[in-house]
């Protein structure tokens, strides 16, 4: 199992442009979810979905969309970037019987110009 | 709203010194919590976790018991390892989404493990 993949690691954008976050899970999980992280922020959840064709949105949603058509793919939309939106962005996983545990992608680092 | 409250960085120890890292919470009902480490590059790793009031999680060398009547997950470690330098997140659960909708997390505690 390779886990929870996402790309690309890095992105360097300029502000206005649009652009997909990758991730992918490969263990059947029913949950998944976006975080931004920011210095002295900690973890802020922006969407996340109970499972194909189900999404909500969590903290902080302004200026990003998804939309979950598998079970294994969850990409997070930055549809006009701008540089409030640089940050590391992680997605995780989850499922019912988990106990509320997130399996964590190694992250995203995005700055926007 | 739900929210976690943990000691800031970073905390700087010596090798073999013992490790607490206070964490509080605010939550409706019976919260799940957890600690969170994320080494340096890394995505976040579960730590350990606890899921009712007395549980104690456990996990490399690594402690917390979940205290309801003062709303405490604190971290402790009896000897830290230069190994341990990390970022540690708190991080709570309220269970109202049954799991699905994510973790209200710590702003983080830096730990810097000196030789």
């Known amino acids: 199992n390779a886990g929870v993949t996402q790309t690309p690691k890095f992105q360097v954008l300029k502000t206005g442009q649009s652009m997909t976050l990758q991730c992918a899970q490969d263990?059947?999980?029913?949950?998944m979810s976006w975080y931004r992280q920011d210095p002295g922020m900690g973890l802020r959840l922006i969407h996340y979905?109970?499972?194909?064709?189900?999404?909500d949105q969590g903290e902080v949603p302004n200026g990003y969309n998804v939309s979950r058509s598998t079970t294994e793919d969850f990409p997070l939309r930055l549809l006009s970037a701008a540089p409030s939106q640089t940050s590391v962005y992680f997605c995780a996983s989850s499922y019912r019987e988990a106990g509320n545990e997130q399996f964590f992608g190694p992250g995203t680092r995005l700055t926007v110009l | 709203g739900d929210s976690v409250t943990q000691m800031e960085g970073p905390v700087t120890l010596s090798e073999e010194a013992f490790l607490t890292i206070n964490c509080t919470y605010t939550?409706?009902?019976?919260?799940?919590l957890f600690w969170y480490v994320q080494y340096p590059g890394e995505g976040l790793q579960l730590l350990l976790k606890a899921t009712k009031a007395d549980d104690k999680g456990s996990n490399k060398g690594f402690e917390a018991t979940y205290r309801k009547e003062t709303t405490s997950f604190h971290l402790e470690k009896g000897s830290v390892q230069v190994s341990d330098s990390a970022v540690y997140f708190c991080?709570?659960?309220?269970?109202?989404?049954?799991?699905?909708?994510?973790?209200?997390f710590g702003k983080g505690t830096h730990l810097i493990i000196q030789p």
């Open positions: 979905s109970v499972g194909a064709g189900i999404t």
């Open positions: 991080a709570l659960s309220d269970g109202s989404g049954g799991g699905a909708d994510g973790l209200t």
């Open positions: 263990m059947n999980h029913e949950y």
């Open positions: 939550a409706t009902g019976y919260p799940s």
